[in-house]
């Protein structure tokens, strides 16, 4: 039975978190969290459901789920999925999408580990050319 499910690999969907302002310091107010589509089609029923998790100085700490949803995200586009604060950069920040494409609904987990949301990490985002971190 659920060996006859194929599972197919999630390609060309990248999670990327970058700051808002061009400076580039962890310590900006607000970094944004965003979804890459880099297929040469449309994904339909995006649901980003993302958390934070982790201990702090012997102290656990769990933010809240939240969920989003996009009914379309078109071919070669981003859309803002949240913004995030770098006081959660202490925290592991998971990201869980779910979409349908070409009649077959994928998942994949993005997990941005603790301290891993670093200017020091910094990459050139595909697409648009700008500096943060990201998981493809």
């Not at 077959?104 to 700008?130: A, C, E, L, Q, W």
């Amino acid at each position: 039975m659920k060996k006859d499910i194929p599972i197919q690999k999630v390609e060309d969907i990248i999670i990327a978190i970058v700051p808002r302002s061009e400076s580039r310091q962890e310590e900006d107010d607000i970094w944004d969290v965003l979804l890459i589509n880099l297929k040469e089609e449309p994904i339909t029923c995006v649901l980003v459901n993302s958390n934070g998790y982790g201990d702090n100085g012997g102290e656990a700490h769990r933010t809240t789920v939240l969920r989003h949803f996009f009914e379309e995200i078109g071919p070669l586009s981003t859309v803002v999925v949240e913004p995030i604060q770098p006081q959660l950069f202490d925290l592991t920040n998971e990201y869980w999408v779910s979409f349908l494409h070409a009649d077959y609904m994928y998942d994949k987990k993005y997990v941005f580990v603790r301290g891993s949301i670093h200017p020091s990490n910094f990459t050139v985002i595909p697409f648009i050319n700008r500096q943060g971190v990201m998981i493809r």
